[in-house]
C-alpha cells in the first residue's frame, strides 16, 4: 500500500508536513540548555593480601591517587577573583544549534559551542593551580575493609574516593581488586583448603595419630588408620576459610603421600627383608 506521511501526521508543526514535521515531532535536534553535569571518573587499584588475611578479614590502608577539586579555585577553573564571562556565542547553552533547508524542509542539527567548548562560560584567566581543569591529583591515605573470605577478583566498592566533578556532579567510585597471594601450605578452592600430608610407610601400615597445620596458625589433630593407602584425603570439617556472603566454613583437606626412602641402612634392608619372607 502506498502510505503518505501526510496522512501518519496530520501536517504537525505547519503546513510544510513533510519530514520537517517529523524531525519537529520527534525532538530531533533539541537539547538541553547549560552546562553539562556529568559524573567523576570511577578508579581502579589492586589489593594483594595473604591467605591469613582471607581467613580473618583484615582492615588495609592504601595510597589513591585520584583528582579532586583544586583547593585554589574550587574546581571553578578560574584564577581568583578573575572574571567568569557568559559565552557570547552561545548565550551559556554550551551548544550551537544550526538550521539548514532541504527540499524535506528544515533539518536542525545541535553541537558543542566551539568557542566555549560546552562549558556556556568563557574563563579570562584560568587557574594556575589546576591549570584550568577545576581538578588536581592529589594523593590520600585510604583504609579499606576486607571481610573475611574474598577471593581473588573480588571487587571492593569504596563510595565518593574516585575523581570528583567539576560541574557539580557525583564524585567517581574506588573499585579495589582483591589478589589473594600464593600460600607455601594450602591451596584454596572456593572456601576449602588442601593441604598435602608426607607420611612414611610405617604410619601407613600401621596407622598413627599426627598434627596437621590450619590457617589460624594452630595444629588440628588427624588419624590416619592402618592400612593408608597413598593419595587418600581426609576430611577435616570447619577448618577451610569463611564465606564472604553467608554464615559457614569451609573444610580442610588432607591428601597423605607414602614416603618411600632413597636410602636404608643394612638394619633396616635386612627388617625388610624379614617382612618380605613374611608376606611371602
Do not use: M
Not at 590502608?61 to 574550587?74: A, G
Amino acid at each position: 500500500n502506498n502510505i503518505n506521511f501526510e496522512d501518519i501526521f496530520g501536517g504537525v508543526g505547519g503546513s510544510s508536513g513533510g519530514f520537517g514535521s517529523i524531525f519537529d515531532l520527534f525532538g530531533f535536534g533539541g537539547g538541553s540548555s547549560g552546562q553539562r553535569v556529568e559524573r567523576g571518573s570511577d578508579l581502579v587499584q589492586t589489593l594483594n593480601i595473604t591467605l591469613e588475611e582471607v581467613a580473618t578479614g583484615t582492615s588495609k590502608e592504601i595510597s589513591v591517587t585520584h583528582r579532586k577539586l583544586c583547593p585554589t579555585c574550587n574546581g571553578s577553573k578560574a584564577e581568583p577573583n578573575s572574571a567568569v564571562n557568559t559565552c557570547s556565542q552561545c548565550n551559556g547553552s554550551g551548544q550551537v544549534r544550526q538550521v539548514q533547508n532541504t527540499p524535506l524542509g528544515q533539518f536542525a542539527t545541535v553541537s558543542e559551542c566551539p568557542t566555549c567548548h560546552g562549558e556556556g562560560k568563557v574563563i579570562e584567566n584560568k587557574c594556575h593551580d589546576c591549570l584550568g581543569s577545576g581538578l588536581k591529583k592529589i594523593t590520600e591515605k585510604i583504609t579499606i575493609n576486607i571481610p573475611a573470605g574474598v577471593e581473588t577478583g573480588t571487587k571492593l566498592r569504596v563510595t565518593g574516593e574516585g575523581d570528583d566533578s567539576v560541574n557539580g556532579g557525583v564524585s567517581g567510585d574506588l573499585y579495589v581488586t582483591i589478589n589473594v597471594l600464593k600460600h607455601d601450605l594450602f591451596t584454596r578452592n572456593g572456601q576449602d583448603l588442601y593441604y598435602e600430608l608426607p607420611i612414611s610407610y610405617v604410619q601407613a601400615c600401621l596407622g598413627d595419630q599426627v598434627e596437621v597445620p590450619t590457617i589460624d596458625g594452630k595444629n588440628a589433630k588427624l588419624t590416619i588408620p592402618a592400612g593408608t593407602q597413598t593419595e587418600t584425603s581426609f576430611k577435616l570439617r570447619n577448618e577451610g576459610l569463611k564465606h564472604v556472603k553467608w554464615s559457614g566454613v569451609g573444610n580442610l583437606y588432607v591428601k597423605v603421600h607414602v614416603v618411600v626412602p632413597k636410602q636404608l641402612k643394612k638394619k633396616k634392608k635386612d627388617i625388610l627383608k624379614d617382612f618380605a619372607h613374611e608376606s611371602g
